[in-house]
């Protein structure tokens, strides 16, 4: 077994990428797609950097790795660490990351179920000096034993989402929730119907091609509005969302045959991931019934087993969406700048912890929904 570093995705062969992983937003479409079209890569501040493990031509192992010289579209922040080492003279960019640009959805970042290869993966990284830090955002379960046998200190976070309890169809979720609870989201659904806005839900491959500069307007504004650049570019989606067929979902919104809003998910055989929302205008209720009670109704129908909305966002909890701890892993070269970001990180989470207890019990479920 070897160790190569990629800098160009398309270079490696697709069937082997995603023999690692069915997540769609770490398949070779998507990441690919990313660097194709301009997304990562030149001046964006994210350089791809893959590890690559082979067993001779086949890769057995794999890291989707970055050198980042900022750290814009993380949603792990570590602001006040790059401060820290500028105040003491250290430079903090370019550090390395392991991570699905612009994506805050936990699952698995090294990507083998080989123990030695995850810990070659890992060594490789970290003989890498041409980095200050090594980060894995997003972490699931199984990737913490390796990061923290190699020193990774955890970093806890929180996020919200939807977890399917054996429901049937929609109303047996709400059947689920207290009758007040129950009774606003039912009116929050009316006043969308109300507004005359129909829905349609279509997969990635079912858009008609003329809709996309449409779709990429409306995700683009999302970001205008509150003076931010887009991540992506005009056509990855156009591109990366046909191309992914049933493992992309677009919600489209309609009023007098206009397209006036979309939300843009992606799947896989266990959950939904909800990504991205634009509006041509503020329109009561929408915002919950594309970006929330859609993808709940689909992944019910779908029988998924969670509905991640995204990162943030508390008023998920009167929607059903229960706090839910996140974990990524951080390493420093400097001892000294390690150090205090271990106390750092220490006193977060049993921070984050207490908050996340006093979140659940404001979920909105029925007292014998909330013990089961």
Same mark, same amino acid.
């Given at each position: 077994?070897?160790i190569?570093?990629?800098s160009?995705?398309?270079?490696?062969?697709?069937?082997?990428?995603?023999?690692?992983t069915?997540?769609?937003l770490?398949?070779?479409?998507?990441l690919?797609?990313?660097?194709?079209?301009?997304?990562?890569?030149g001046?964006?501040?994210?350089?791809?950097?893959?590890?690559?493990?082979?067993d001779?031509?086949?890769?057995v192992?794999?890291?989707?790795r970055?050198?980042k010289?900022?750290?814009?579209?993380?949603?792990?922040?570590d602001?006040a660490?790059?401060n820290?080492s500028?105040?003491a003279?250290?430079?903090?960019?370019?550090?390395?990351?392991?991570?699905?640009?612009? !994506?805050?959805?936990?699952?698995?970042?090294? +990507?083998?179920? /080989?123990? %030695?290869?995850?810990? $070659? &993966?890992?060594e490789a990284?970290?003989?890498? !000096?041409q980095?200050?830090?090594?980060?894995? +955002?997003?972490? /699931?379960? %199984?990737?913490?034993? $390796? &990061?923290?046998?190699?020193?990774?200190l955890?970093?806890?976070g929180?996020?919200?989402?939807?977890?399917?309890?054996?429901?049937?169809?929609f109303?047996?979720?709400?059947?689920?929730l207290?009758?007040?609870?129950r009774k606003?989201?039912?009116?929050e659904?009316r006043?969308?119907?109300?507004?005359?806005?129909?829905?349609?839900?279509?997969?990635?491959h079912?858009?008609?091609?003329?809709?996309?500069?449409?779709?990429?307007?409306?995700?683009?504004?999302g970001?205008?509005?509150?003076?931010n650049?887009?991540?992506y570019?005009?056509?990855?989606?156009?591109?990366?969302c046909?191309?992914?067929?049933?493992?992309?979902?677009?919600?489209?919104?309609w009023?007098?045959?206009?397209?006036?809003?979309?939300?843009?998910m992606?799947?896989?055989?266990?959950?939904?991931?909800g990504?991205?929302?634009?509006a041509k205008?503020d329109?009561?209720?929408?915002?919950?019934?594309a970006?929330f009670?859609q993808?709940?109704?689909?992944?019910?129908?779908?029988?998924?087993?969670?509905f991640e909305?995204g990162?943030?966002?508390?008023?998920?909890?009167?929607?059903g969406?229960?706090p839910?701890?996140?974990?990524?892993?951080?390493?420093?070269?400097?001892?000294g700048?390690?150090?205090?970001?271990?106390?750092?990180?220490?006193q977060?989470?049993?921070?984050?912890?207490?908050?996340?207890?006093?979140l659940?019990?404001?979920?909105?479920?029925?007292?014998?929904?909330?013990n089961?």
């Open positions: 077994m070897h190569e570093q990629c160009k995705l398309e270079t490696v062969d697709p069937k082997q990428w995603n023999a690692l069915s997540h769609p770490l398949s070779h479409t998507f690919a797609g990313l660097e194709k079209h301009g997304c990562v890569g001046n964006s501040g994210w350089r791809p950097a893959h590890l690559l493990a082979k001779g031509d086949k890769i192992g794999a890291l989707p970055y050198y010289e900022h750290s814009w579209g993380e949603f792990v922040f602001h660490w790059a820290a500028h105040q003279g250290l430079h903090y960019y370019p550090k390395t990351i392991v991570a699905i640009p612009f !994506t805050p959805h936990p699952g698995q970042r090294i +990507l083998t179920s /080989d123990t %030695a290869v995850a810990t $070659a &993966l890992l990284d970290w003989q890498d !000096t980095s200050s830090s090594s980060h894995f +955002l997003f972490i /699931d379960e %199984a990737d913490k034993p $390796a &990061l923290t046998d190699q020193g990774y955890l970093r806890r929180c996020q919200y989402h939807w977890r399917n309890h054996g429901y049937n169809n109303d047996d979720f709400l059947a689920s207290t009758a007040s609870r606003k989201i039912k009116r659904r006043r969308v119907i109300e507004a005359d806005i129909t829905i349609d839900r279509l997969h990635g079912q858009v008609p091609p003329h809709l996309w500069p449409e779709i990429y307007a409306l995700y683009a504004n970001f205008l509005i509150r003076g650049s887009p991540y570019q005009p056509e990855f989606l156009s591109d990366v046909p191309a992914l067929a049933e493992q992309c979902l677009l919600v489209l919104c009023k007098n045959n206009e397209l006036v809003a979309c939300a843009i992606f799947s896989d055989s266990h959950g939904l991931y990504r991205h929302w634009g205008d329109f009561h209720s929408l915002h919950f019934e970006c009670y993808g709940i109704d689909y992944a019910i129908e779908q029988g998924l087993q969670v909305p990162a943030q966002g508390e008023h998920k909890i009167a929607r969406f229960e839910t701890a996140t974990w990524s892993a951080h390493k420093m070269r400097h001892a700048l390690h150090t205090a970001v271990a106390n750092f990180v220490k977060e989470a049993g921070h984050m912890e207490l908050w996340q207890g006093e659940s019990e404001h979920l909105p479920f029925k007292q014998s929904n909330a089961s």
